[in-house]
């Protein structure tokens, strides 16, 4: 199986007023045409690893790589007209704050029409029609009503499904979804990760599904990485998860609340168990 | 006496009715969750109760009190919301110093200089994001300062919209320890909405299940546990979310 995107020592780095920061510190992995979750630490740096593989991070961060290849082209070298080609067409990003991703002054209806538009030339009766359509495979009830709503009148589990649904129109070689089902009920996302799943499956799509939810990526993905403090701290089938072994992830396992929980206190983590001071 | 009612409250935007004939009371001191479909108005009625979404018909109290469809100084030091967009709420160009403590400066209150880093460190935030802005901090980090802030005024209530959601589950737990803590010590009363149902077994008594805008059961916790939903799309959620695709 060729890889998608081959990613070698990327470090995103912040000037702070200690000096400089690597959030991210050397990261290497691949992405082939599978589903590829990213757990870890509030803060360790998967929103900014997804944000520079679309060359997002902004001024002062800084993003440098031995090597950023996507099919063949190197993400970091080529010219920002080149990148914006790619960006949203062949690599796409749902945003982890979807409602203040979109934009605030055009109703829902219209941005997903817009990116409909791009990507294929439709008169304007069919683009409705299809954008309608959209609404519905993600679950929306009343479609026609939220077609006008503007992006602070959706509820936040319909914010994020508007952004899926849009990210998905130009079908992406790669998509990035950043914590995309945080805010929806377990029938809905059901659905929504079926979207996702058959654009994998069918279409050869990589998916960088990043999320909170254990259980979920552990049922959903091939393969995880676990982050902390901006490095990979361990890599493992999806499905051996709850085999994992770096301390780190074994503490992740155990504060998960269970079903008809009866702890008077969940454990968390004791970080000296593996930190050298 | 309640800590809040609502009696039959239903609540529209522009006109649209979106959540129909509400009704349910939680008791001072008690934990109380609001779960349902994606869109089906939960978020609604926190804000309805908060004074943010003013259209509503029916009544609402706040301990013992007729709620208006305002807000009001009085109203903000006994009850405090936490939002479900934390970027949304929290002021672009303030930094977490001045957010946290802007709302003790509102009612007079003195020794931020004391509190903010306690409470930043009761919420594990590291002392190094006192003075950074919104956009410098992850998701999670944001959700936790916006936890702070509304601890800052040490309120009676305290509704909760998604509040550990953007927090990998470690923190997650953190935070879910310290409002049991905050509820055993200081009898505080939370209304929480969440999608994670075993965030509701560990910290709440009751819970209302939504789906389209209605309330279709309010059952106990324990009925999680115990296979005692009666409502179709309750059981359903319960299901779901017991067979690991969740
Ligand atoms: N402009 C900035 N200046 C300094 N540090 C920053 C800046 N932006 C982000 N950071 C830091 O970079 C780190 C990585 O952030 P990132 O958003 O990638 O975390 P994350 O893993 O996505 O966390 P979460 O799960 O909470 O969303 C964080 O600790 C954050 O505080
Ligand atoms: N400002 C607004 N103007 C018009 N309609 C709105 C507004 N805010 C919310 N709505 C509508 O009210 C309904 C309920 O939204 P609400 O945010 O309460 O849902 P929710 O149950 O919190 O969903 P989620 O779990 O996805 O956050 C939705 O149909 C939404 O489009
Ligand atoms: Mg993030
Ligand atoms: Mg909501």
């Not at chain 2, 006496?1 to 239903?10: E, F, P, Q, R, Y």
């Not at chain 2, 007079?108 to 802005?133: H, N, Q, S, T, W």
């Not at chain 2, 789906?211 to 296979?227: M, N, Y």
């Amino acid at each position: 199986m060729s890889d998608l995107l081959d990613v070698k020592k990327l470090r995103v780095t912040f000037p702070t007023a200690s000096g400089p920061v690597d959030v991210v510190k050397d990261i290497s992995f691949s992405l082939g045409r599978e589903r590829l979750g990213i757990v870890g630490e509030s803060g360790s740096g998967k929103t900014m690893t997804g944000r520079s593989i679309l060359r997002l991070i902004r001024p002062p961060g800084k993003v440098t790589a031995e090597r950023m290849d996507f099919e063949g082209t190197e993400l970091l070298a080529i010219s920002e007209p080149a990148m914006r080609k790619v960006r949203g067409a062949r690599i796409s990003m749902v945003m982890q704050d979807p409602k203040f991703s979109l934009n605030p002054v055009m109703t829902v209806g219209e941005q997903i029409g817009e990116a409909l538009a791009v990507h294929e030339k439709l008169p304007r009766r069919r683009v409705k029609q299809r954008v309608l359509e959209m609404l519905e495979a993600v679950q929306i009830r009343e479609p026609e009503r939220v077609f006008g709503l503007y992006p602070h009148e959706v509820s936040g589990g319909m914010g994020q499904r508007v952004m899926i649904a849009m990210m998905l129109i130009p079908e992406p070689s790669i998509l990035i979804a950043d914590e995309p089902t945080s805010a929806l009920d377990v029938s809905v996302q059901g659905e929504v990760l079926s979207i996702m799943n058959d654009l994998v499956t069918r279409k050869g799509m990589g998916l960088i599904f990043i999320s909170h939810d254990l259980h979920l990526v552990s049922a959903f993905c091939d393969r995880i990485l676990v982050m902390y403090r901006g490095e990979i701290v361990e890599e493992c089938r999806a499905d051996a998860l709850h085999a994992a072994t770096h301390p780190y992830t074994r503490g992740l396992l155990a504060s998960v609340p269970r079903l008809g929980e009866t702890r008077a206190e969940l454990p968390v983590l004791d970080r000296s168990a593996w930190e050298t001071a | 006496m309640s800590a809040i009612s609502l009696t039959n409250v239903s609540i529209a935007y522009g006109g649209n009715t979106v959540v129909h004939d509400a009704s349910f009371e939680v008791a001072p001191g008690e934990s109380f969750a609001l779960v349902g479909e994606s869109g089906s108005g939960k978020s609604t009625v926190l804000r309805a109760i908060t004074g943010l979404a003013p259209e509503w018909t029916g009544e609402i109290a706040l301990l013992g009190k007729p709620r208006g469809r305002t807000i009001d100084r009085a109203f903000a030091a006994e009850c405090q919301m936490v939002f479900q967009d934390p970027y949304g709420s929290l002021h672009p160009r303030q930094t977490v110093d001045a957010t946290l403590s802007e709302p003790l400066a509102i009612h007079g209150i003195k020794g931020a200089d004391r509190r903010v880093p306690e409470m930043m460190a009761a919420c594990g935030l590291d002392p190094k994001f006192r003075f950074r802005l919104p956009h410098q901090l992850s998701g999670g980090q944001r959700q936790r300062v916006a936890i702070a802030r509304a601890l800052m005024l040490e309120p009676k209530v305290l509704l909760l919209d998604e509040p550990t959601s953007a927090l990998d589950v470690s923190v997650q737990a953190e935070i879910l320890n310290l409002l049991k803590r905050l509820r055993r010590e200081q009898g505080l009363t939370y209304i929480l909405v969440t999608h994670d149902l075993p965030v509701v077994s560990f910290l709440c008594d009751r819970m209302a299940v939504m789906k389209a805008g209605r309330i279709v059961e309010i059952a106990p916790v324990s009925a999680l546990a115990d296979d005692g939903l009666t409502s179709d799309y309750a059981r359903e959620l319960v299901e779901k979310s017991r067979s690991g695709l969740a």
